[in-house]
């Protein structure tokens, strides 16, 4: 039984590692990869708050404003990659370079929606845990 359960949970694993992964490249490896920095750094500010928020609350503090620079860093990034991707779609558009269809503008579409996709979602995590932390320490 606990065989199974485990080929079970590698299986998935593999599957939404692969997908995550495929998607973390279809957005851009340089963006993808800046904004991945700003989710460590918010989760390496979020760890370090809750380790001093009992002990030293004026760094605790301090480590809020950490977390929400990081989060809104890594929303602009997100932005700015997709402006930057479909300025050199349409740049490739206007050459003439790629035949344009509903199929390629619907691909280029979903692939520069990733990179704020993701700046959004570390944008997210760094204001919850922002409210989260205040709550706590109050």
Do not use: W
């Not at 992964?21 to 340089?30: E, I, K, S, Y």
């Not at 002990?55 to 930057?84: P, Q, R, T, Y």
């Amino acid at each position: 039984m606990k065989l199974k359960i485990l080929r079970i949970m590698a299986i998935l694993t593999g599957l939404i590692g692969t997908t995550l992964f495929n998607r973390f490249m279809d957005g851009g490896a340089l963006f993808m990869s800046l904004i991945l920095i700003c989710l460590l750094t918010s989760i390496y500010f979020i760890v370090k708050s809750i380790l001093k928020i009992k002990s030293n609350v004026e760094n605790s503090k301090k480590m809020l404003k950490h977390i929400g620079d990081s989060g809104k860093l890594a929303l602009a990034l997100g932005i700015m990659g997709a402006f930057l991707g479909l300025i050199a779609a349409f740049d490739a558009i206007e050459g003439g370079q790629v035949e344009v269809s509903a199929v390629v503008m619907a691909s280029g579409l979903k692939i520069a929606l990733l990179s704020p996709l993701f700046g959004l979602f570390t944008y997210s995590v760094s204001r919850v845990a922002i409210l989260v932390l205040r709550l706590i320490q109050k």
